[in-house]
């Protein structure tokens, strides 16, 4: 491995520990591009008709964390140029502890825009169809997890480890989204857009319960309901005891066209979303806006593994009444004790479907027009992943010069981290269109050297967040307002 | 306006773009060193146990009414004398009870044993079958012995009694040896390893009337009550250690140093009327040194008891020992580990102590440790 790509890993694990954004693009949302659809349908482009190109026309990426940093990883030792780790034994683990939350996630997010086309309908409605390819993931990690492995159990005496939030969700599909707006009044504007979505894999964990107690005499009760939901070609090999030997990838799915066609069709797998928006012009300077994202879900039948373990076993040492009357030895009663605990959290193995849900999104927005290209925007983005609300607060600077020229810079306060600045910048030739946005660029670098190379990480990179692309654009709907004329009577 | 909007906006992305080096990392510089060192806690091992848990009544172990034990050592066949082994005198006829040994299997155990004991009512039945119409007096030697110590029974001759001829041809009875007519406290008390016995039956008679076809069988029986006196008993026992760690190149990640600590949570509740504490202790043979001690003097507190020696209520312990890091250090430099345990009754032995079958200990030990993992 070179130089450059450990440290490109390094940047990437870097980033994969970085904090969590609320996973959206923020600096897209006032800009004037087609695809700010994406976000609040009830937005539209100047222009009367855009075709994304397939494959160029967007790709979005976002990875994400919400716990520790780069300098939380790697530390300045001493002397001044040496560089421990956090496991090494001069640091104090408790400190990188103080950065662990309750709940710790990591996410994923790739969409890739296939086909995007869009073009107005008689004065102001508005046409759009997206097929997208999106890869979502997101794990998270309880912080109880981390100071078990660092601290050990002992800490937790009378309290519980509480492993609930641990949670785990892959998902691959495809994206058919047909949508339109229009003006219902003077000021209101609505958008809708119906998405059919087609599952190819995923995996899931349906967390119940998981927690092991530790009482005061340090016996422990292990309680877990918990499923791991399976859509995929892998089978599961189960032992004869009912515990899981193997998990193997299977490839005979793709040894025919047929069998690949069948599977990447995801037809088996269906599922359905809504993104429903709307704009409301308060004054001739002030918008408003709101938008709810990607609310659905996937029925996932192909293909379909269950794994369920649901008990509950309490250990509260080895009972010597066996060995003091000579019944057993005490390796007999420590193999039963073990034995009853594999017992105890027996995997049943099923097939039947299940339904994951997608991450949805509120978005609630104004903006003030400074001039007539250029505004400052507000934007508030709550994202609901399961049980957790990740929220975003964005205030951005937008500047429109029509189809030409658009550009946005935005400051961000999120997941308890306020030094998150973005930009993005589209611009227009000829019927091209490019653009490329990121809600975070870093203003503090860190330069990593090694024997080869030097490689500049983000000193505080919260997130990934990436989204470029290129639109066949037509024509542009801008057009001076018509205003009516004052009557004044006397 | 647009153009100084424009202006603002590019050079503020101007400046973030560029940005600034805020740390240099040279990772040439990165150290190594890895570990986690968690402190980790387990309930270990647990018990209720009762005195008839552990140990089942049976002909050596007999539990009374009232749930009072003994124990109970026979021997059958000491004595089976016949006429015909009498040497023949005029009045009197003496035959010679063949010299055997009592052996109470208790050898290993006693080998470990010191300190004092005392077992203050056992007693020795001796049964007996007797057909001879005269007068028959035995004269029972018996020697307790344990190592180089030895204490004789003292048991003065005593007279069996005899049938009533005609309407009785034998007779069965027994004769009891206890702390009233001989040393027998003092003997079970040493504790003995064997009791070697040998004796004279003297047949004396009448003049009047001849003994006829007589037979004399006799067996023993021993009797320990368990009411018992014990002031630091202690048991000792050497082993090889177990927990150095002999192979050098061992993939085992963990070594006895890495230990930051190991320690027992001890908790009963005691019903016993004994109480235990335990040293362990590092030996290096080579030099005859110790090279480290742990000490657990308090680990069992015996129960009370009334002025029967009848346990009254549990007594409540909690005791931790501590093995810390110097004791894990010196593992190594350790080829034996001697365990000692000290026993006492209530009052260190001041008072008698009875054992009942339904005493009871509760007890739990849990272990807390800190290993120094190293990941690298």
């Known amino acids: ?490 | 306006m647009i153009k100084r909007s424009l202006l603002y906006i590019l050079i503020i992305m101007g400046l973030v773009i560029t940005g600034c080096i805020k740390e240099t990392y040279n990772m040439r510089m990165l150290s190594k060193k890895a570990h986690i060192s968690p402190t980790l806690a387990i309930s270990a091992v647990k018990g209720d146990i009762s005195f008839s848990d552990v140990v089942k009544p049976s002909d050596t172990v007999v539990f009374d009414q009232n749930k009072f034990v003994t124990f109970v050592f026979k021997k059958d066949s000491v004595i089976d004398l016949k006429l015909t082994d009498f040497a023949k005198g005029n009045l009197v006829m003496t035959a010679t009870i063949d010299p055997g040994t009592f052996d109470l299997n208790i050898y290993d155990i006693l080998s470990h044993i010191t300190g004092d004991f005392l077992i203050p009512n056992p007693s020795i039945k001796f049964n007996y079958s007797n057909s001879f119409t005269d007068s028959v007096k035995i004269n029972l030697k018996a020697t307790g012995k344990r190592k180089n110590n030895t204490v004789d029974l003292n048991l003065a001759p005593f007279t069996l009694a005899k049938p009533n001829i005609p309407v009785q041809q034998v007779i069965t009875s027994s004769y009891i040896i206890d702390k009233t007519n001989s040393n027998l406290p003092l003997l079970i008390s040493l504790p003995p390893e064997v009791i070697n016995y040998s004796g004279t039956a003297t047949v004396t008679t009448s003049g009047v009337s001849f003994p006829g076809p007589g037979r004399l069988i006799g067996s023993l029986e021993i009797d320990v009550p368990m009411e018992l006196k014990i002031n630091n008993l202690q048991f000792t026992d050497t082993l090889d250690n177990f927990i150095k760690d002999d192979s050098k190149n061992s993939d085992n990640p963990l070594k006895p140093e890495d230990f930051q600590f190991l320690r027992v949570i001890f908790s009963a509740k005691n019903g016993f009327p004994l109480g235990a504490s335990l040293k362990m202790s590092l030996y290096d043979s080579a030099t005859n040194t110790i090279k480290n001690t742990v000490d657990a003097t308090d680990l069992l507190a015996p129960a009370t008891v009334d002025s029967n020696g009848k346990v009254t209520g549990v007594t409540e312990t909690a005791t931790e020992i501590e093995f810390n890091k110097e004791f894990f250090s010196s593992v190594n430099k350790a080829d034996k580990i001697i365990f000692r345990f000290t026993l006492n009754s209530t009052g260190n032995g001041s008072q008698i102590v009875k054992i009942y079958s339904d005493y009871r200990i509760n007890f739990n030990a849990a272990l807390v440790v800190k290993p120094d993992i190293k990941l690298k």
Do not use: C
């Not at chain 1, 995929?232 to 047929?258: L, Q, R």
């Not at chain 1, 709907?477 to 006397?490: F, H, S, T």
């Open chain 1, 1 to 490: 491995m070179t130089g450059k790509t450990k440290y490109i890993l390094i940047l990437i694990l870097t980033v994969i520990i970085a904090d969590a954004s609320a996973q959206n693009s923020q600096v897209l949302y006032f800009m004037n591009l087609p695809q700010n659809h994406l976000l609040n349908p009830a937005l539209r482009p100047s222009n009367k008709v855009y075709i994304g190109l397939p494959g160029m026309s967007g790709i979005n990426l976002n990875i994400n964390n919400n716990f520790v940093n780069f300098k939380d990883v790697f530390i300045k030792g001493q002397p001044k140029d040496s560089i421990i780790s956090f496991l090494h034994p001069d640091y104090n683990p408790d400190k990188f502890l103080a950065k662990i939350k309750n709940k710790n996630s990591l996410e994923q997010e790739t969409t890739v825009q296939l086909l995007g086309v869009g073009f107005s309908v008689g004065n102001d409605g508005y046409v759009f169809l997206d097929i997208n390819e999106r890869i979502q993931s997101n794990i998270v990690l309880p912080g109880d997890l981390f100071r078990l492995a660092l601290k050990g159990n002992e800490g937790f005496a009378g309290k519980k480890i509480d492993l609930s939030s641990l949670r785990g969700d892959i998902k691959y599909y495809h994206e058919f989204g047909v949508g339109f707006s229009r003006n219902f009044t003077d000021k209101l504007r609505i958008g809708i857009k119906g998405k059919l979505l087609f599952g190819i894999a995923a995996a899931s964990i349906d967390n119940k319960s998981l927690g092991i107690t530790i009482n005061d005499d340090y016996s422990h009760t292990l309680d877990a309901n918990l499923t791991v939901n399976m859509s995929g070609p892998v089978n599961v090999i189960m032992n004869s005891e009912h515990n899981v030997e193997s998990v193997v990838f299977d490839d005979n799915k793709y040894k025919t066209s047929a069998g690949a066609t069948d599977f990447f069709s995801g037809k088996k797998n269906i599922g359905l979303g809504l993104d429903i928006g709307a704009t409301f012009d308060l004054t001739d300077r002030i918008i408003l806006s709101a938008s709810v994202t990607d609310l659905g879900f996937i029925r996932w039948k192909n293909d379909v593994t269950n794994l369920k373990a649901s008990n509950q076993f309490k250990f509260s040492g080895l009972n010597m009444l066996d060995v003091f009357n000579g019944t057993k030895t005490i390796d007999e009663v420590g193999k039963d004790m073990l034995d009853s605990l594999k017992n105890a959290f027996k995997v049943s193995n099923t097939k039947a479907p299940f339904t994951t849900y997608l991450p949805f999104g509120i978005s609630l927005g104004g903006s003030y027009s400074v001039t007539k290209r250029f505004s400052v925007g507000l934007l508030s983005y709550s994202r609901i992943i399961g049980k957790q609300l990740r929220e975003a607060l964005t205030l951005s600077a937008n500047l429109n010069l029509g189809n030409a020229l658009s550009t946005s810079i935005s400051y961000t306060a999120e997941n308890h981290r306020y030094d998150n600045l973005g930009a993005g910048l589209a611009f227009r030739a000829g019927i091209i269109q490019f653009y490329l946005l990121s809600d975070r660029i870093p203003i503090m670098w860190n330069k990593i050297q090694n024997d080869k190379s030097n490689v500049m990480v983000p000193a505080n990179w919260n997130t990934i967040n990436l989204r470029l692309g290129m639109n066949l654009v037509f024509g542009n709907r801008i057009k001076k307002k018509n205003d009516k004329p004052m009557i004044l009577v006397e």
